[in-house]
Every structure is written in structure tokens, then in C-alpha cells.
């Protein structure tokens, strides 16, 4: 009679463990897909890494770039290449912003690739302040799509990559974004040059 509460016991156990039911395994979040940023985003974003090397430098140039592993949202781009200068050192810092690892050559976030003498001027190409890009490449690329002349070249050439490059020259007098239908400056036939400052339009260029 003293080993009934124990069988008693045991038994019921086995029936509590029997009815327990495996815990279901978690869900995944599924991947949250990359969105590009414009280029005044990205463009801060290499600045406070290029201040850092030197609290005065200036910006020469910036240029986004083309993955198959982002998607393409015109006036954004996943990944931007800046080029900063230094009046006091004489230099130039290059960095890339990327929203992924793309070895060998670009690394997710703010990487520097180059550190180049600077003399001054790179071509028809001037250093400028960060403080003078108030407009941003989002809405560029709105005013460069409105022209009619960009709606009647969209229209012939439906598709076409959008490239952006910032850059100050002698042809106007504030920093200028230039918003190319094509991968390339040399590669493209049709462009159009928006006011960095102002974000007001400038020039077609064929």
C-alpha cells in the first residue's frame, strides 16, 4: 500500500509530460529590403568620417554608384563614392558609403580608399563647403525629369539607370547636381544640371 502514492505519482508524470506539446520554433523576420538614400544623406554621412582627418574639409566631388544587388529608386542610390580635400595638408581623402559588403573593393558603411596629394583644382573641378548642398538629389531628380526635354528623351530611351554626380566648376557659380541618364558621365548622351543650393535648373546637356 505504500508504493500506491508513489505509482500514483509516477504515473501521473508521465501523463503531464505526455500532454506537453514542443514549443513551435520562432519565426524569422523575413530580410527588410535595402533602401537607397540620396546623396545629401550619404554625403554627410562620409563627411563626419572626412572631418574627423581634417575639421576643415571641403568637398570636390561626389558620384553615386550601380548595384544589381540594390534596387535602382531614382534620386537614391545604395552606394556613393566622395572625394574631400584638406587646404592645410594639401591632400585628398576618397570614401565609398555602401549599404552592402561588396568585396574587394567596396565595405558596407563609410570605408576610405584614397589618399591622394591635392594641389588645389582637379581639372575644372573646385572644393566647395558641405554648408553650400542644401537641396537634396531626391528632388534633383524631380526637377531634371520635368523638363519636357528629359520627358521626350524618357519616352525614346524608357529604362535608362539614373547617375548622379555633385560637383562645383567656372560654370555656375554654386555647386551643381548633375543628374545623368546613363552609368557614366562618358557613357551617357543626355543630362541635365540642377542647383545644388537652390535645387532650381540650369542646363541640358546632350
Known amino acids: 500500500m505504500r508504493k500506491l502514492p508513489l505509482l500514483l505519482g509516477g504515473l501521473l508524470l508521465l501523463l503531464t509530460a505526455c500532454s506537453e506539446q514542443p514549443a513551435a520554433p520562432a519565426k524569422k523576420e523575413p530580410a527588410k529590403p535595402l533602401e537607397p538614400v540620396t546623396g545629401q544623406s550619404a554625403l554627410f554621412k562620409m563627411y563626419q568620417v572626412a572631418r574627423t582627418w581634417d575639421p576643415r574639409a571641403l568637398v570636390l566631388k561626389m558620384e553615386s554608384m550601380h548595384s544589381a544587388e540594390i534596387p535602382e529608386v531614382p534620386g537614391k542610390a545604395g552606394m556613393w563614392g566622395a572625394t574631400f580635400t ?9 570614401y565609398t558609403f555602401s549599404l552592402i559588403e561588396e568585396l574587394p573593393s567596396l565595405h558596407k558603411g563609410v570605408f576610405q580608399v584614397a589618399d591622394e596629394v591635392f594641389s588645389g583644382k582637379k581639372g575644372v573641378t573646385q572644393p566647395f ?3 553650400a548642398v542644401k537641396a537634396d538629389t531626391d528632388a534633383a531628380y524631380e526637377t531634371a525629369k520635368s523638363q ?12 535608362k539607370p539614373i547617375t548622379i554626380l555633385l560637383e562645383k566648376n567656372d560654370r555656375f557659380p554654386d555647386p551643381v547636381w548633375r543628374i545623368i541618364w546613363g552609368e557614366s558621365v562618358g557613357t551617357s548622351n543626355f543630362s541635365i544640371f540642377v542647383d545644388a543650393t537652390s535645387g532650381g535648373f540650369l542646363e541640358i546637356m546632350h
Open 86 to 94: 584638406s587646404p592645410d595638408q594639401g591632400r585628398s581623402h576618397t
Open 129 to 131: 563647403l558641405i554648408a
Open 148 to 159: 519636357p526635354k528629359a520627358v521626350e528623351y524618357d519616352k525614346k530611351f524608357p529604362g
